[in-house]
């Protein structure tokens, strides 16, 4: 009986540790991925921003969305 409780519980404390471990894994991931990616404004953005479109280079200049690409 007590070989039971103790396997139990070990049981458990490897599945809870191994949920752990996945959610952090999975954590990272989407934060890797949303870091790389690129950020592109319109540029009504840019200029609701406080910034400029320079439409030449592509970029918004000044404001919040200060050195993103325009598409």
Known sequence: MRIRRILAAVIA????AGLGLTGAATATAAATTAKGAPSYVTPSQCTQGGGTADLMANLCKGGTHNGEKID
């Open 13 to 16: 404390t490897a599945a809870l």
